[in-house]
């Protein structure tokens, strides 16, 4: 099971994003204590994202694969920096195993097996001279990996929207939701819409959850 730590999340985040939406209305004066959440909810209802982006939140995955990690990647308005095999030797290395290969008694055994044969071919290119960031070419998308991610909050909201989805994979998508509990944690209000199912792994948007 992959490791989602918050590292990081703008101070404030809701008041600021009020602060900025505020701006575009000029309506400073109706702000006062506690009315960032019901300004938020109006944002949200009428779709008015874009003041989302002035807060950012970064997290950290420890124990994801290469697999989950070339899928999160191309959301390109997220910056990221990730643990490099060009220099990180991956002897010893671990990996995630599908659960419906590991349920699966003979699928499970012969990708073990392969798992084990990589690691000692890997192994023995270095022994030969190779280098790891030639070496690596052996490795499999099976191998975990840690990645520091950053986005703002509208971003977030998008990831979100697609990889909590019953059709994302099931990877990812369980790290999202990890990440979405966080952000539900620390700015309640930004994810409020956002409702998850505990039981199907999954979390669609909800806009009922916004309403007056």
């Given at each position: 099971?992959?490791?989602?730590?918050?590292?990081?999340?703008?101070?404030?985040?809701?008041n600021l994003i009020e602060l900025a939406?505020?701006?575009?209305?000029?309506?400073?004066?109706?702000?006062?204590?506690?009315?960032?959440?019901?300004?938020?909810?109006?944002?949200?209802?009428h779709g008015h994202l874009s003041v989302?982006?002035?807060?950012?939140?970064?997290?950290?995955?420890?124990?994801?694969?290469?697999?989950?990690?070339?899928?999160?990647?191309?959301?390109?308005?997220?910056?990221?920096?990730?643990?490099?095999?060009?220099?990180?030797?991956?002897?010893?290395?671990?990996?995630?195993?599908?659960?419906?290969?590991?349920?699966?008694?003979?699928?499970?055994?012969?990708?073990?097996?392969?798992?084990?044969?990589?690691?000692?071919?890997?192994?023995?290119?270095?022994?030969?001279?190779?280098?790891?960031?030639?070496?690596?070419?052996?490795?499999?998308?099976?191998?975990?990996?840690?990645?520091?991610?950053?986005?703002?909050?509208?971003?977030?909201?998008?990831?979100?929207?697609?990889?909590?989805?019953?059709?994302?994979?099931?990877?990812?998508?369980?790290?999202?939701?990890?990440?979405?509990?966080?952000?539900?944690?620390?700015?309640?209000?930004?994810?409020?819409?956002?409702?998850?199912?505990?039981?199907?792994?999954?979390?669609?948007?909800?806009?009922?959850?916004v309403s007056e």
């Amino acid at each position: 099971m992959a490791e989602v730590e918050l590292l990081a999340i703008t101070p404030d985040a809701e008041n600021l994003i009020e602060l900025a939406g505020r701006t575009c209305y000029l309506s400073h004066d109706r702000s006062q204590p506690g009315s960032e959440q019901r300004f938020i909810r109006m944002l949200l209802r009428h779709g008015h994202l874009s003041v989302l982006e002035h807060a950012y939140a970064t997290f950290r995955v420890k124990g994801g694969s290469r697999s989950f990690t070339h899928q999160i990647v191309r959301h390109r308005l997220a910056s990221f920096s990730q643990q490099s095999q060009r220099y990180v030797s991956e002897r010893g290395f671990d990996y995630v195993e599908p659960p419906a290969i590991e349920a699966n008694p003979v699928a499970h055994r012969r990708f073990t097996e392969t798992m084990e044969e990589i690691r000692k071919t890997y192994q023995e290119l270095q022994e030969l001279g190779i280098t790891k960031q030639d070496a690596r070419f052996v490795l499999p998308n099976a191998v975990v990996s840690e990645i520091v991610i950053s986005a703002n909050l509208r971003e977030w909201r998008h990831i979100f929207d697609v990889r909590c989805q019953p059709q994302a994979q099931w990877e990812i998508r369980t790290i999202c939701i990890e990440m979405l509990k966080l952000l539900q944690k620390a700015v309640p209000t930004v994810f409020s819409d956002f409702v998850i199912d505990e039981d199907k792994n999954v979390a669609t948007i909800d806009v009922s959850m916004v309403s007056e």
